[in-house]
């Protein structure tokens, strides 16, 4: 590992970062350390990086805002990919393209600041423009899928394609990109609506007091853990149960809102992880319902 580090310095990809605590890129908080992080400059030399990883059968994954991950205690050893450098905004109009690296609530508030409809739901999501792309990001009955007309992609054989929306297989929580390991959003095209500014801001503030009224964002956290059943809502179901405030070493499940699992105490992510398995054993059992998580585990095997 020590040789592809230097290798890696000498062919100027990027920023490099080395034994990197990955609890200061997610969002719970938690995590081993990685070896090496990457921070491309470019398209061009994230391809030129991908290509020597390839080649020398390394692996590696890209890390967004690290909003809906959980990574396990041990270390990471190959190669994270931040995109972050790919962070350019353009306005045609109505019409945003925006790099995979920026922040989805930023480009959010400034459609909402343009008096342009569409991206309301996204004003409380902390993730990337790219890591909202690849989970169909979504709140309050929408999400990328409603407003996402293209993406610009990078393909397992490296070329740079454009995909349209149909293309994309938007559906509750998932894409195209969950499905095909290897494609990585590079760019996004968001088409978005005219409407009237001071309506936007009021039903964005409306939704921020409810937030944090309801959900626990003073903690540590994933947000939502867990996909709602069709005609249920997850967090109902665990709250029928009991099971708010439930703990498990440093993590526990909100007292707010039961679909929260919070890092309420110097969590690690194993005391995570053992909350959700809990869980998923006690609404099958009690229920005969299947949870499915929201969040990705890596790292785990």
Not at 261 to 290: G, P, S, T, W
């Given at each position: 590992?020590?040789?592809?580090?230097?290798?890696?310095?000498?062919?100027?990809?990027?920023?490099?970062?080395?034994?990197?605590?990955?609890?200061?890129?997610?969002?719970?908080k938690?995590?081993?350390?990685?070896?090496?992080?990457?921070?491309?400059?470019?398209?061009?030399?994230?391809?030129?990086?991908?290509?020597?990883?390839k080649?020398?059968?390394?692996?590696?994954?890209?890390?967004?805002?690290?909003?809906?991950?959980?990574?396990?205690?041990?270390?990471?050893?190959?190669?994270?990919?931040?995109?972050?450098?790919?962070?350019?905004?353009?306005?045609?109009?109505?019409?945003?393209?925006?790099?995979a690296?920026?922040?989805?609530?930023?480009?959010?508030?400034?459609?909402?600041?343009?008096?342009?409809?569409?991206?309301?739901f996204?004003?409380?999501?902390?993730?990337?423009?790219?890591?909202?792309?690849?989970?169909?990001?979504?709140?309050?009955?929408?999400?990328?899928?409603?407003?996402?007309?293209?993406?610009?992609?990078?393909?397992?054989?490296?070329?740079?394609?454009?995909?349209?929306?149909?293309?994309?297989?938007?559906h509750?929580?998932?894409?195209?990109f969950?499905?095909?390991?290897?494609?990585?959003?590079?760019?996004?095209?968001?088409?978005?609506?005219?409407?009237?500014?001071?309506?936007?801001?009021?039903?964005?503030?409306?939704?921020?007091?409810?937030?944090?009224?309801?959900?626990?964002?003073?903690?540590?956290?994933?947000?939502?853990?867990?996909?709602?059943?069709?005609?249920?809502?997850?967090?109902?179901?665990?709250?029928?149960?009991?099971?708010?405030?439930?703990?498990?070493?440093?993590?526990?499940?909100?007292?707010?809102?039961?679909?929260?699992i919070?890092?309420?105490?110097?969590?690690?992510?194993?005391?995570?992880?053992?909350?959700?398995?809990?869980?998923?054993?006690?609404?099958?059992?009690?229920?005969?319902?299947?949870?499915?998580?929201?969040?990705?585990?890596?790292?785990?095997?």
């Amino acid at each position: 590992m020590e040789e592809l580090i230097n290798e890696i310095k000498k062919e100027e990809y990027g920023k490099v970062l080395t034994d990197v605590s990955l609890r200061e890129y997610t969002t719970y908080k938690v995590g081993g350390n990685c070896r090496i992080m990457v921070f491309p400059r470019n398209i061009e030399k994230l391809v030129q990086l991908i290509r020597k990883l390839k080649k020398k059968k390394v692996t590696y994954m890209v890390l967004g805002k690290g909003s809906n991950v959980l990574f396990s205690d041990q270390e990471y050893k190959g190669v994270i990919i931040k995109l972050d450098c790919l962070d350019h905004i353009e306005w045609r109009g109505n019409k945003l393209i925006v790099g995979a690296g920026v922040s989805l609530m930023k480009v959010a508030m400034m459609s909402v600041r343009k008096g342009l409809s569409g991206l309301e739901f996204a004003t409380g999501i902390p993730g990337s423009v790219g890591g909202a792309v690849y989970m169909n990001a979504g709140a309050y009955k929408s999400d990328m899928g409603y407003v996402v007309s293209s993406v610009k992609v990078l393909t397992p054989n490296l070329r740079v394609i454009t995909m349209v929306n149909k293309e994309l297989q938007f559906h509750y929580r998932t894409s195209f990109f969950k499905t095909h390991p290897g494609y990585i959003c590079l760019e996004a095209t968001i088409k978005l609506k005219p409407g009237k500014k001071e309506e936007i801001e009021e039903l964005v503030q409306e939704r921020k007091k409810r937030r944090l009224e309801t959900q626990p964002l003073e903690y540590p956290s994933a947000g939502s853990v867990f996909r709602n059943p069709e005609g249920l809502f997850a967090g109902k179901l665990i709250e029928d149960l009991g099971y708010k405030g439930l703990s498990k070493g440093g993590a526990m499940i909100s007292a707010k809102h039961a679909n929260f699992i919070v890092n309420y105490q110097e969590a690690k992510a194993k005391d995570i992880k053992d909350l959700i398995d809990f869980i998923q054993e006690e609404v099958r059992e009690k229920y005969q319902i299947e949870l499915k998580v929201e969040q990705e585990f890596k790292n785990w095997e």
